[in-house]
């Protein structure tokens, strides 16, 4: 797999293309037990914001994602992302990933208990060094962002370090810039 160079004069469109192939290379490059090995690591470097923040926020990882479960293991109260039927914007709640949700991801079923989340991991192909995310495209975490930065939850970008960009990421002025960025090689706070 040829992984496309990156540079600051891409579109989005096109650094979110190159970003998937290079997580995809990079993911695919680890075995089982060093893929096991980086999220354990991830977990222990997130451990004080885990036990400071009461309930986290987290998500069901799919394809390269770096899987955030180890962290939410950690956790007193964790939620992930369920959307409601009728609603645009998810909410966390609480409980296993029972059920799928409209995206095909699986989420809590409507029943379990809403979360409000001191902590929220925010997953994302590329992050620059302001904070500044690029997303999978969908928007959903970018209109979750708002109201969870509202009601004063820390922001944690996660992913694995090669997501880390150098340069400043294309982004729109209502866009909600992360508080930091973690990965299994360190953590990054912007502010």
């Known amino acids: 797999m040829v992984v496309p160079s990156l540079s600051s004069s891409m579109s989005k469109p096109e650094l979110r293309s190159a970003m998937r192939i290079a997580r995809k290379s990079y993911a695919s490059s680890l075995s089982p037990t060093e893929r096991t090995k ?3 690591s991830l977990a222990s470097l997130l451990r004080p914001l885990v036990e400071r923040a009461g309930a986290v926020g987290g998500y069901h990882a799919i394809g390269n994602e770096i899987d955030v479960a ?9 939620g992930l992302p369920a959307f ?11 409980g296993p990933a029972s059920v799928r949700g409209p995206h095909g991801i699986p989420q809590p079923n ?6 409000d989340c001191g902590l929220v991991l925010v997953p994302l192909l590329a992050i620059d060094p302001k904070g500044h ?3 999978q495209g969908g928007g959903h975490f970018d209109r979750a962002l708002p109201a969870l930065r509202e009601a004063g939850a820390t922001l944690i970008g996660v992913g694995w370090e ?5 340069f400043d990421l294309p982004h729109e002025p209502w866009d909600v810039a992360l508080d930091g960025f973690a990965s299994p090689a360190g953590m990054e706070m912007f502010r």
């Not at 409507?110 to 979360?115: D, G, M, N, V, W």
């Open 38 to 40: 980086l999220q354990d």
């Open 70 to 78: 180890p962290v939410l293991a950690l956790a007193e109260h964790h």
């Open 84 to 94: 409601d039927e009728g609603l645009a914007i998810f909410q966390f709640r609480r």
């Open 110 to 115: 409507a029943e379990s208990p809403i979360l």
């Open 133 to 135: 995310r690029l997303g």
């Open 162 to 166: 090669m997501q880390r960009l150098d």
